[in-house]
């Protein structure tokens, strides 16, 4: 039993490896041949706590790094998936693609999961016509699913095995064989559902997250706005126990928590008051924050022509990834 893991980046190259760790026959497909190179030479291509001994492991178990896409028994995609500036809808461009080069290859009987972040319905709306447009039957031919991942930069490794996770599928046979797969790694819950709910349940935790970091950062203008000390009021808010303020920051970045949110404002316009005002807040706080710069350097006769250093261009700690960092925005 083959796994054919597509898109090799922070998400797709663990997922691999956390396979092959677990004894499974395992080959990584990226169309980025730098990438797949320096894989194969034996080089990691970011950094992150314990991914060297995981890659050293799934070498030793044969692991395999290619630009081809194999046959296999199970396809895992993990493509970006970017939303369009002007409409924020969520672009699938990748997914599709990867989905059609698949095809090219898979035999009947084949799944494919997509594990890419995706706005509830792409799959019904993209991803089953292009497979039922070469003639297959899904759910005959070729089945197909949803297991979104959820695991933080900075602690993959750890969240990889530990995490609770959620499979979409039209089939319940079909989504417990997956979740059989997905248990040789996964010391956490696994759900199963319907391809929407887990669709939408992804998009909806990142824009959790999302709104509750914007309610930090508004709580951090209005009590500089007034003199008052936003983590001493925080701190004292949280001894409620209903009550979990998170911390104010520059603002958020990523591929996940900048991004996603965006899908349902884009396929909701009507509905996301709340969603949009968030986004909004959050992106506002690199020209905050370059705001507070201008009056510290002010207050203390610091002349504007004067070099500010910037420590930490990643949009969080201990993480190399600079994707929609607020300080690049602030730089
Ligand atoms: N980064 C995170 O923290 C995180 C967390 C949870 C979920 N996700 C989701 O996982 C997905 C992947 O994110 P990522 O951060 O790993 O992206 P990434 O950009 O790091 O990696 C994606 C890889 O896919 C490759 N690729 C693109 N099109 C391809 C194709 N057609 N065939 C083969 N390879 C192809 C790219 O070359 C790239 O190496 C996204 O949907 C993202 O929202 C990311």
Redesign the pocket.
Known sequence: MKINI????????PTALVFAKSGLEVVG????TD?VNSLKWGKLT?EEKGLDELFNNAISNGIEFTTE?HKASFYII????PYIEESKKLDPK?VI??VS?ILDVCEIGASIII????SPGTIDKYIRPVIENRGYVIGVDIHLLHA??????GN?VYELEHNSRTIGCDKLEIGLIVKELYSKFCKGEIIVTDIRSAEMS?VVENTYRDINIAFANELAKICRADNMDVYEIINIANKHPRVNILQPGPGVG???IS??PWFLVGDYPDLTNLILTARKVNDSMPKHVLGRIRDIMRENNIKDISKVGLYGLAYKENVD?T?ESPTLQLL
Do not use: Q, W
């Open positions: 597509i898109g090799l980046g922070y998400i797709g190259l497909t990226d169309l980025n990438l970011f896409y993990a493509v970006p998936t990748y693609s990867a080069s594990e890419s972040t995706i979104p991942e959820r695991i933080i930069p993959m992804k990523g591929h996940c991004v996603d990834d994707r």
